[in-house]
């Protein structure tokens, strides 16, 4: 391949006479470039989206939440929790106790979810109770306290150190009739988990407290199963149907976010698609380019054939120089690609709502699998528009080509 190589690469290089071949030459190399270019910062750009999303929703919910059919909350969880515990691929089975509530603070009153959780077991699987925003995890001894997302906090005016009126949407019987019950508690904590939606409308107290408050002392309203490895669900999901209980239902977390994570998928495809377009368009000058240098040199490819060059080399030659073009084109687009996904990573310049999207501004995030996949198809689009000029070249007539000269 010495001489066939060294050829296509000069054939690259302009000269005087060559010029507009040359312009065609840098106008293709430039189309791949921005067609890989534009690809990876797109794939990027909805792969850190999905992951950030991914990894906030995962962080505030659970894998797997296992709740009663009939609504009237778990009983016996205890044994469930000591079943499930068995299972291999469970991280770990923690009970929860939720419900609706209006808080009413110094700024106001907003409808709020209550969750009452086991604060020592959860630490170690939510690293944003660990690290609260300020304060501290409220005890279970002492003046009942409660924890508020930081958007709650906000709207409700109530810091660390003030008392919020608690209001459950469930009555009880009082010799007025039903009155809803209302409870005072003491703000020692403000957790942040990154979604909006969470941070704005979840308020968290000891479960204890949670169960005596709603009145299911010895029921909870489901079990909040993490595993090992998230995308185990469904399968896990089946393993541990037949050892429960058949009045309870076992929800995953794909599930919950079905609509979510298939409208991502599904415009992570469809991008792709439209953006390689840009690739094969610019695959197009990459047939115009050889085809004119075909034109331009036949009296070179005459001489080479008269030399005693073989068909095959001449398709050679032309094939490494439609490749140049193809992996040079490829190479700067990943570079610049990359380049500009660290720089918006690094100055955050994708900015969102983030009362809309959960998130305050777009990660970039190239999955290498992605990366890997992008450059083939780059590759394999630039070289299959060499394989027509390449033929075309090897079927000069040496006869002709020479017959004036």
Known sequence: MGYEYFIAKRYLTAKRKQAFVSVITFISVLGITIGVMALIIAIALITGFQRDVQSKILGATSHLMISD?????LPDYVGIIDKLNQFKGIKSVSPVVLDKVLIGGPSGTQPAALKGMDFAL????????????????????????????????????????????VVALSSSLSPLGPMPKRKRFLVTGVFSTGLFEFDNSTALIPLSVAQKFFRMEDRVSYLQVMLTNIFDAPQIKETIRPALPPTVYITSWMELNKALFSALKLEKKLLFLTIALIVFVASL??????????????????????????????????FLQGSLI????????????????????????????????QISYVPFYINPLDLVLIISVSLLISFLSTIFP?????????VVALKYE
Not at 69 to 73: D, H, N, P, S, T
Not at 349 to 355: E, G, Q, T
Not at 390 to 398: E, G, I, L, Q, Y
């Open 69 to 73: 059919l009939g609504g009237e909350g």
């Open 122 to 165: 959860e630490k170690t699987q939510s690293p944003w109770i660990s690290n609260l925003e300020r304060g501290q995890i409220p005890s279970e001894t002492g003046r009942e306290g409660i924890l508020l997302g930081r958007d709650l906090s906000l709207s409700l005016g109530a810091g660390v150190g003030d008392v919020v009126t």
């Open 285 to 318: 000058n990459i047939i115009a380019t050889l085809i004119l240098m075909v034109m331009e040199k036949t009296r070179d490819i005459g001489i080479l054939i008269a030399m005693g060059a073989t068909s095959r080399n001449i398709r050679t030659i032309f």
């Open 326 to 357: 193809g992996i040079i084109g490829t190479a700067v687009g990943t570079s610049l690609g990359l380049l500009c996904c660290a720089f918006a990573n690094t100055f955050k310049l994708i900015k969102v709502p983030v009362d809309i999207y």
């Open 390 to 398: 390449s033929h075309r070249a090897s079927k000069v007539d040496p």
